[in-house]
């Protein structure tokens, strides 16, 4: 069963910047493609930004493009999530995702959520 586990949230100023963080782990399993999805209250979850597990390749939503940062770490399959010029609006629980393959006599393809952490902007 692949667990994915965010950390690094918490309380910033308008103006400044965090760092998320995301593992997986359980099981053996490759991983395609992993990304950060964000919810609001009363919203509906959104996508916040992609990376491709083997090219490296990323995508952003317009609202944050130019002030976040997705990356991976292969060897710990991690990704991280920077993000600067944080703003009010940018508050929400910020959630990982992960697109696997998971190998377990056969091969499962399987869509992870991690359980989200909170990233407050606020003075």
């Known amino acids: 069963q692949v667990r994915l586990v965010e950390s690094g949230g918490g309380l910033v100023q308008p103006g400044g910047s965090l760092r998320v963080s995301c593992e997986a782990s359980?099981?053996?399993?490759?991983?395609?493609?992993m990304g950060w999805y964000r919810q609001s209250p009363g919203k509906e979850r959104e996508f916040v930004a992609h990376i491709n597990w083997n090219s490296g390749n990323t995508d952003y939503a317009d609202s944050v493009k130019g002030r976040f940062t997705i990356s991976r770490d292969k060897s710990e399959n991690r990704i991280y999530l920077q993000m600067d010029t944080l703003q009010p609006e940018d508050t929400a629980t910020y959630f990982c995702?992960?697109?696997?393959?998971?190998?377990?006599?056969?091969?499962?393809?399987?869509?992870?959520w991690g359980q989200g952490t909170l990233v407050t902007v606020s003075s």
């Open positions: 995702n992960a697109q696997v393959a998971v190998i377990s006599g056969g091969i499962e393809a399987v869509d992870a």
């Open positions: 359980g099981g053996t399993f490759r991983i395609s493609s």
